[in-house]
């Protein structure tokens, strides 16, 4: 019974040192494993891979980390790539309006920053922007919405641009479809 309580009261002075994050160097951090973490979340918590921390720790099983054990967490420094930049994560984004925005494919934003399920990102998450740069300014143009009886020729012929340019303008990958209701931007002549 005393072993028990010796061990629980050890435990008991352990776990608050769980809960440290100290800054190693300016590359990468240390990492105390808490109980119910493992390497997912913990990649997840600072927006680096499973892979990633793997490697700096020589893990060849990524599914094997105790409670206690001391990552190192790599954090890459400057590692941004000339001509890209970092976007932090805010509430209601998802990979996909972030890629859309910066006008980047969904696939190289995964890739660029090792995201294994895209569907999971969160707040605070820090992404490599490849080519972002400075924001063009909006283009100069009206909002239309789609009329039962409307062509992409009609709605050209009505603003007096062409038809690839309301096709460009709004990503339409099939210029006879459009539906009712659908919004499109008519770029100005």
Same mark, same amino acid.
């Given at each position: 019974?005393?072993?028990?309580?010796?061990?629980?009261?050890?435990?008991?002075?352990?776990?608050?040192?769980?809960?440290?994050?100290?800054?190693?160097?300016?590359? !990468?951090? =240390?990492? *105390? #494993? %808490?109980?119910?973490?493992? /390497? &997912?979340? $913990? +990649?997840?918590?600072? @927006?680096?891979?499973?892979?990633?921390?793997?490697?700096?720790?020589?893990?060849?099983?990524?599914?094997?980390?105790y409670v206690g054990q001391r990552l190192?967490?790599?954090?890459?420094?400057?590692?941004?790539?000339?001509? !890209?930049? =970092?976007? *932090? #994560? %805010?509430?209601?984004?998802? /990979? &996909?309006? $972030? +890629?859309?925005?910066? @006008?980047?494919?969904?696939?190289?934003?995964?890739?660029?920053?090792?995201?294994?399920?895209p569907s999971l990102i969160f707040v605070?998450?820090?992404?490599?922007?490849?080519?972002?740069?400075?924001?063009?300014?909006?283009?100069?143009?009206?909002?239309?919405?789609?009329?039962?009886?409307?062509?992409?020729?009609?709605?050209?012929?009505?603003?007096?641009?062409?038809?690839?340019?309301?096709?460009?303008?709004?990503?339409?990958?099939?210029?006879?479809?459009?539906?009712?209701?659908?919004?499109?931007?008519?770029?100005?002549?």
């Open positions: 019974m005393k072993k028990w309580i010796v061990v629980f009261l050890i435990v008991a002075l352990l776990l608050p040192l769980g809960a440290q994050t100290v800054s190693a160097s300016t590359s !990468s951090l =240390i990492h *105390v #494993v %808490r109980p119910g973490e493992n /390497l &997912y979340r $913990i +990649a997840l918590r600072y @927006g680096t891979t499973v892979r990633a921390i793997a490697a700096a720790n020589h893990i060849s099983n990524p599914n094997l980390i190192v967490i790599p954090t890459g420094g400057s590692t941004v790539p000339p001509g !890209s930049c =970092i976007y *932090v #994560v %805010r509430r209601g984004d998802t /990979l &996909y309006s $972030i +890629a859309r925005h910066f @006008g980047v494919s969904l696939s190289t934003l995964v890739s660029v920053n090792g995201i294994a399920n605070g998450q820090r992404l490599v922007i490849p080519g972002c740069g400075p924001v063009p300014p909006a283009p100069a143009g009206v909002w239309y919405t789609v009329r039962a009886g409307d062509t992409l020729y009609s709605i050209a012929a009505r603003f007096g641009v062409s038809v690839w340019s309301i096709v460009a303008a709004n990503h339409i990958a099939n210029p006879n479809i459009i539906f009712v209701g659908q919004r499109l931007f008519i770029p100005d002549p």
